[in-house]
C-alpha cells in the first residue's frame, strides 16, 4: 500500500460527495424568529443597533407575520415594549398587555404559526430588574426576591396562554420558575402547553442591543444575582437538572456562541430538545462587518448556523431566521 495510508480528502472530491456524507443541516423548521411589538400605532422603527429588526406596533405587525409566514418559517418568539411601566411590572400579566394582545391577533392571521411567549419581568418594571425589588435597610442593598417574583411570572404565563400563546419560554432565571409556572398552568387548563425554559442563561454582555430594543436594561445594579456566570459550567448542569426535573419540555442555551460547550454538555446529558439562542448582539457583530464589507454575511450565517446543530442543538432562535430562510428557499 502507498502512502498516505489514510486519504479522508477521498469524500470531499465532488458538491456531490460532500452532499452525500455532510452530517448536520440547518432547516427553516429548525427556527425561531423574535419579533417586538410595541404600543402605538403606525410604528415600524430599525432598531439602530440590530439593523434590519423592528419595533412594531399590533397594526404593523400583520405584515411581519405574513412575510414570515411565506417564508416558511412556523414558529416566532414575541416580546413585548409595554407603554406602561412599574415596581411589579403588572403590564405584564394584564390581559390586555401588549404581548397578550399581540398573541390573539397573531392567532387569528395565522392559528397554525407557533407563538412563544418570552416570559419575564424585566421589560415591564420601571427598575429594569427580572423580579420584584426589595431594598433591605439592613444590608443596605437591593434585592430580586425570588419567591414573591414566581407568582407574578405565574400570572404573566397564564395570561399569555389564555391569549393563545402556544409555548411559554420564561427567561428571569428566579429558582423554581418551571415548577411554579408548570403548576400554574396546569391549574388554568393549559396542561398542553409547553415549556421552553431559559435553563442556562448566563450573565452576558452578549444582551447589550436587546436592551436598547426592549428598554430593558436594569436601573440599578446588574443582573449577576440571577443570571449565571460565564465561567461556570457545571452549575449550568445544576440548572437544567432543576428544570428536567420541574417539568420543562425544552432546554436552551443563551447566549450560543461563546457557549457553545454548553450545548454540547446538554446535548449529552438530556434527551429534550435543545434550543440556541444567537443572541442580540451575535447578530449586531455580523452586521456591523458586513456591512463595512469585511465578511461575507451569509456565509459566516449560514457556518454558524451549522455549527450550533454540530454542537447539539436541534432549534435555533436568531435574529438572521427570515434571511436564512430566504437563503434555504433560494438553494
Ligand atoms: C429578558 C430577555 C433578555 C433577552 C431575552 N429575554 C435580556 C436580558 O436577560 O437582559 C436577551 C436576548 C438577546 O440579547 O437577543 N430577560
Given at each position: 500500500?502507498?502512502?498516505?495510508?489514510?486519504?479522508?480528502?477521498?469524500?470531499?472530491?465532488?458538491?456531490?460527495?460532500?452532499n452525500?456524507?455532510?452530517?448536520?443541516?440547518?432547516?427553516?423548521?429548525?427556527?425561531?424568529y423574535p419579533?417586538?411589538?410595541?404600543h402605538g400605532?403606525?410604528?415600524?422603527?430599525e432598531?439602530?443597533?440590530?439593523?434590519?429588526?423592528y419595533?412594531?406596533?399590533?397594526?404593523?405587525?400583520?405584515?411581519?407575520?405574513?412575510?414570515?409566514?411565506?417564508?416558511?418559517?412556523?414558529?416566532?418568539?414575541?416580546?413585548?415594549?409595554?407603554?406602561?411601566?412599574?415596581?411589579?411590572?403588572?403590564?405584564?400579566?394584564?390581559?390586555?398587555?401588549?404581548?397578550?394582545?399581540?398573541?390573539?391577533?397573531?392567532?387569528?392571521?395565522?392559528?397554525?404559526?407557533?407563538?412563544i411567549?418570552?416570559?419575564?419581568?424585566?421589560?415591564?418594571?420601571?427598575?429594569?430588574?427580572?423580579?420584584?425589588?426589595?431594598?433591605?435597610?439592613?444590608?443596605?442593598?437591593?434585592?430580586?426576591?425570588?419567591?414573591?417574583?414566581?407568582?407574578?411570572?405565574?400570572?404573566?404565563?397564564?395570561?399569555?396562554?389564555?391569549?393563545?400563546?402556544?409555548?411559554i419560554?420564561?427567561?428571569?432565571?428566579?429558582?423554581?420558575?418551571?415548577?411554579?409556572?408548570?403548576?400554574?398552568?396546569?391549574e388554568?387548563?393549559?396542561?398542553?402547553?409547553?415549556?421552553?425554559?431559559?435553563?442556562?442563561?448566563?450573565?452576558?454582555?452578549?444582551?447589550g442591543p436587546?436592551?436598547d430594543?426592549?428598554?430593558?436594561?436594569?436601573q440599578?445594579?446588574?443582573?449577576?444575582?440571577?443570571?449565571?456566570?460565564?465561567?461556570?459550567?457545571?452549575?449550568?448542569?445544576?440548572?437544567?437538572?432543576?428544570?428536567?426535573?420541574?417539568?420543562?419540555?425544552?432546554?436552551?442555551?443563551?447566549?450560543?456562541?461563546?457557549?457553545?460547550?454548553?450545548?454540547?454538555?446538554?446535548?449529552?446529558?438530556?434527551?429534550?430538545?435543545i434550543?440556541?439562542?444567537?443572541?442580540?448582539?451575535?447578530?449586531?457583530?455580523?452586521?456591523?462587518?458586513?456591512?463595512?464589507?469585511?465578511?461575507?454575511?451569509?456565509?459566516i450565517v449560514?457556518e454558524?448556523?451549522?455549527?450550533?446543530k454540530?454542537?447539539?442543538a436541534?432549534?435555533i432562535?436568531?435574529?438572521?431566521?427570515?434571511d436564512?430562510?430566504?437563503?434555504?428557499?433560494?438553494e
Amino acid at each position: 500500500m502507498s502512502f498516505p495510508l489514510v486519504r479522508n480528502r477521498r469524500l470531499r472530491t465532488s458538491h456531490a460527495i460532500r452532499n452525500l456524507v455532510r452530517e448536520h443541516a440547518v432547516s427553516t423548521y429548525d427556527l425561531i424568529y423574535p419579533i417586538f411589538v410595541t404600543h402605538g400605532s403606525g410604528i415600524k422603527e430599525e432598531i439602530s443597533s440590530m439593523p434590519g429588526v423592528y419595533h412594531l406596533s399590533i397594526d404593523r405587525l400583520e405584515e411581519e407575520i405574513r412575510e414570515v409566514t411565506a417564508l416558511g418559517i412556523q414558529a416566532i418568539l414575541l416580546f413585548g415594549v409595554p407603554e406602561h411601566k412599574d415596581a411589579h411590572g403588572s403590564s405584564a400579566y394584564d390581559a390586555n398587555g401588549i404581548v397578550q394582545q399581540a398573541a390573539r391577533r397573531i392567532k387569528e392571521w395565522n392559528p397554525q404559526l407557533l407563538v412563544i411567549a418570552d416570559t419575564c419581568l424585566c421589560q415591564f418594571t420601571d427598575h429594569g430588574h427580572c423580579g420584584i425589588v426589595h431594598f433591605d435597610e439592613a444590608k443596605g442593598r437591593a434585592e430580586v426576591l425570588n419567591d414573591p417574583t414566581l407568582e407574578l411570572l405565574v400570572k404573566t404565563a397564564v395570561s399569555q396562554a389564555e391569549a393563545g400563546a402556544d409555548i411559554i419560554a420564561p427567561s428571569n432565571m428566579m429558582d423554581g420558575f418551571v415548577y411554579a409556572i408548570r403548576q400554574g398552568l396546569d391549574e388554568a387548563g393549559y396542561e398542553h402547553v409547553p415549556i421552553m425554559s431559559y435553563s442556562v442563561k448566563y450573565s452576558s454582555s452578549f444582551y447589550g442591543p436587546f436592551r436598547d430594543a426592549a428598554h430593558s436594561a436594569p436601573q440599578f445594579g446588574d443582573r449577576k444575582t440571577y443570571q449565571m456566570d460565564p465561567a461556570n459550567s457545571r452549575e449550568a448542569l445544576r440548572e437544567a437538572d432543576a428544570d428536567v426535573a420541574e417539568g420543562a419540555d425544552f432546554l436552551m442555551v443563551k447566549p450560543a456562541l461563546a457557549y457553545m460547550d454548553m450545548i454540547r454538555m446538554l446535548r449529552d446529558r438530556y434527551d429534550l430538545p435543545i434550543v440556541a439562542y444567537n443572541v442580540s448582539a451575535e447578530y449586531s457583530m455580523v452586521k456591523a462587518a458586513a456591512a463595512q464589507g469585511w465578511i461575507d454575511e451569509k456565509a459566516i450565517v449560514m457556518e454558524t448556523m451549522v455549527g450550533f446543530k454540530r454542537a447539539g442543538a436541534d432549534l435555533i432562535i436568531t435574529y438572521f431566521a427570515k434571511d436564512i430562510a430566504r437563503w434555504l428557499k433560494e438553494e
